[in-house]
């Protein structure tokens, strides 16, 4: 579970987050979904301790500072060192934690052996998005979020992230962010909307009368 108590956060004057309690579920997939600019990706940077903000955020009960290690989160853009290639990336990035082996197996299952071996500079926007799966695998984090993890793949692997994901989700929080409503329909148990300055927890009772695109462009939603 990923609390957020009291959580506010404001770009000078602008506010961006008004004071805020919010529980994201463990063992379970969570989806925040709103216009793009309205603060998904921001509160995504202040979980990850990237931003500065005020109030806490909790993982389950703990700060970030005690759970870093536990913690992933796989940007829309996939950072990686753009002169290494795939297999030297994902390499560094686990930090010694998994054998050359085991990285290798878990790489292919996801990009071809030729691929892996070239620079990360050449791959396309999809190709680093597997890369990066590639290391969710790898790493296992307690703690997975992922910013529009489905831009960049085609239906088949996104038909095969969407059952993965349900698999991992044991043992896990998962907060997911994006716009292809039709991939995370499938999936997700929880759903958070970012409206104005607030964030919204849709209620089961919401979400069973209406789909992800109607609750998006809903304007009567209401804590």
């Not at 770009?11 to 989806?31: A, C, H, R």
């Not at 297999?87 to 030729?114: D, F, M, P, V, W």
């Not at 409206?195 to 789909?211: C, D, G, L, N, Y």
């Amino acid at each position: 579970m990923i609390q957020l108590v009291k959580f506010q956060k404001n770009y000078g004057k602008q506010i961006l987050y008004v004071p805020t309690d919010l529980e994201i579920p463990g063992n379970s997939i969570s989806f925040l979904m709103g216009k793009n600019g309205c603060g998904k990706t921001t509160l995504l940077k202040c979980l990850a301790g990237l931003e500065a903000y005020e109030g806490e955020i909790l993982f389950d009960g703990q700060p970030l500072s005690a759970v870093r290690e536990k913690c992933l989160v796989i940007w829309d853009d996939s950072p990686c060192y753009p002169n290494m290639n795939g297999l030297q990336n994902l390499l560094i990035l686990c930090e010694g934690r998994k054998s050359k082996g085991e990285i290798l197996a878990a790489a292919e299952h996801y990009l071809e052996y030729t691929v892996l071996k070239r620079k990360v500079r050449s791959y396309s926007y999809g190709q680093k998005k597997k890369l990066m799966l590639a290391l969710a695998d790898l790493l296992e984090p307690e703690y997975l979020i992922m910013d529009e993890i489905s831009n960049g793949l085609d239906v088949d692997m996104m038909d095969e992230l969407a059952e993965h994901l349900l698999e991992m989700k044991e043992n896990r929080t998962i907060l997911l962010t994006g716009h292809q409503f039709s991939f995370y329909e499938k999936i997700a148990e929880h759903i958070f909307l970012k409206k104005e300055k607030e964030v919204f927890h849709i209620t089961p009772e919401i979400r069973a009368s209406r789909s992800l695109e109607e609750l998006y462009h809903d304007k009567t939603i209401e804590n």
